[in-house]
């Protein structure tokens, strides 16, 4: 069966319910798509977790880490700025730490990794800018919890 995204009224609640966002493949630059999406995010009350391994430091001043398996504590989203090609290890990563829920970003489609990550009990969503469905879904922002 082709994959399907949630409907929208279950991104609104994803969105909802999510806090911490690890963003894989996060760039230090602030030209890049990446940091534009997940500076937005931020500003908008979730918690971005930067994974990339070619940063050491920290970008929007949270501490960088080299992959999923390095982050402490919980991760509600694990949100992926790679190539299609380079998604299923990520997917793999994603269900081995407990994220909630796989998002590949505008561009980003695999089905293999959408199926380790549902069979995992994951929800996915591909080939959509979280920036622009928290926009549209949530366009006053989140509510404090």
Do not use: H
Not at 11 to 38: C, E, F, N
Not at 120 to 136: H, N, P, Q, Y
């Amino acid at each position: 069966m082709a994959f399907e995204n949630p409907s929208r009224d279950r991104i609104k609640q994803i969105l909802t319910d999510a806090r911490q966002v690890a963003v894989v493949g996060l760039s230090d630059k602030p030209d890049r798509v990446s940091y534009m999406v997940s500076e937005a995010m931020q500003k908008k009350g979730y918690r971005i977790i930067p994974v990339n391994p070619m940063v050491s430091g920290s970008i929007l001043g949270e501490v960088c880490y080299a992959s999923l398996k390095d982050i402490p504590g919980e991760v509600d989203i694990v949100n992926v700025f790679r190539r299609s090609d380079q998604v299923v290890p990520v997917a793999e990563e994603a269900v081995a730490i407990g994220a909630k829920v796989l998002w590949l970003q505008l561009g980003v489609e695999n089905e293999e990794a959408a199926r380790i990550a549902s069979e995992a009990g994951l929800e996915v969503i591909m080939d959509r800018c979280i920036k622009v469905e928290d926009s549209i879904l949530l366009p006053g922002g989140k509510e404090v919890k």
